[in-house]
């Protein structure tokens, strides 16, 4: 003959996890956020450096631009000037269209964009760019009187294993 239990012991079940169950779930969880914590970093700078392409096109196609006007007769060029402008600002404050003295000044960017890389936010949307010269050698690049090409000023390495100040 059985010992006599209560009947709730019987109809209800102790419910539950075993510490055992719940060290396994927690190794579990964490495994999963060491793994996802890399590819939350990489996505990170995938965005970023998609904003760098994107920000290196349009301002090399508005100083492209600037220079097919320049060469057009659009702008004002002297004997000595290469035809880029003079500054980044140029390419959104306008210049004076020659062929057309009372249309508005022809302007080629809405604002300049910011290298997504460069790390001091108080600094000019300009400033955040490395400025080439025509003048200036593709091996040393400096800035001049002209804006002929752009670069990121950042040393760091991408993804594609190409340094952004080399893009």
Same mark, same amino acid.
């Given at each position: 003959?059985?010992?006599?239990?209560?009947?709730?012991?019987?109809?209800?079940?102790?419910?539950?996890?075993?510490?055992?169950?719940?060290?396994?779930?927690?190794?579990?969880?964490? $495994?999963? #956020? &060491? %793994?996802?914590?890399?590819?939350?970093?990489?996505?990170?700078?995938?965005?970023?450096?998609?904003? !760098? +392409?994107?920000?290196?096109?349009?301002?090399?196609?508005?100083?492209?631009?600037?220079?097919?006007?320049?060469?057009?007769?659009?702008?004002?060029?002297?004997?000595?000037?290469?035809?880029?402008?003079?500054? $980044?600002? #140029? &390419? %959104?404050?306008?210049?004076?269209?020659?062929?057309?003295?009372?249309?508005?000044?022809?302007?080629? !960017? +809405?604002?300049?964009?910011?290298?997504?890389?460069?790390?001091?936010?108080?600094?000019?949307?300009?400033?955040?760019?490395?400025?080439?010269?025509?003048?200036?050698?593709?091996?040393?690049?400096?800035?001049?009187?002209?804006?002929?090409?752009?670069?990121?000023?950042?040393?760091?390495?991408?993804?594609?294993?190409?340094?952004?100040?080399?893009?």
């Amino acid at each position: 003959m059985r010992p006599s239990s209560s009947p709730t012991a019987l109809t209800h079940p102790i419910r539950g996890f075993t510490l055992i169950e719940m060290v396994i779930t927690l190794a579990l969880v964490g $495994l999963l #956020a &060491l %793994v996802a914590m890399p590819l939350a970093e990489v996505a990170t700078v995938r965005a970023k450096e998609s904003e !760098l +392409r994107v920000a290196l096109r349009q301002i090399r196609t508005a100083i492209d631009a600037y220079k097919a006007a320049a060469d057009a007769g659009q702008i004002e060029k002297k004997a000595d000037d290469s035809g880029y402008p003079p500054s $980044l600002e #140029a &390419l %959104v404050e306008g210049i004076p269209d020659t062929k057309h003295p009372g249309n508005p000044p022809l302007t080629f !960017l +809405r604002r300049i964009p910011r290298d997504p890389f460069y790390p001091d936010p108080t600094t000019s949307d300009a400033d955040t760019w490395n400025q080439r010269a025509y003048g200036s050698p593709p091996s040393h690049p400096e800035p001049g009187r002209d804006v002929f090409d752009v670069a990121s000023r950042s040393t760091k390495v991408g993804l594609n294993g190409i340094a952004y100040n080399q893009w």
